[in-house]
């Protein structure tokens, strides 16, 4: 499954990840790679915790990209 997910870093320099579509699933890295590969992990984790306990998995989010003019 492809999930997005959003990057971004915080006013400490640290990388966070978050994936919009699992609500509270968030992580972070040193680096950009750091935080992609723990989100990773984290969506892991949360798909494995609904199917434990019988809930419905979200469906990812479907989107795309449009460019505005500046």
């Known amino acids: 499954m492809k999930f997005r997910v959003v990057v ?3 006013e400490d320099g640290v990388f966070v990840a978050e994936c919009p579509v699992l609500p509270g699933c968030v992580s972070q890295g040193a680096t950009r790679s750091e935080a ?3 989100i990773q992990d984290a969506i ?3 798909l494995a915790s609904l199917e ?3 809930e419905p998995v979200p469906p990812p989010i479907s989107e795309e990209v449009v460019e505005v003019p500046a």
Request: net charge neutral; glycine share 16%; aromatic share 8%.
């Open 8 to 10: 971004q870093p915080d």
């Open 44 to 46: 892991a984790g949360y």
């Open 36 to 38: 992609l590969a723990n």
């Open 52 to 54: 434990k306990h019988g």
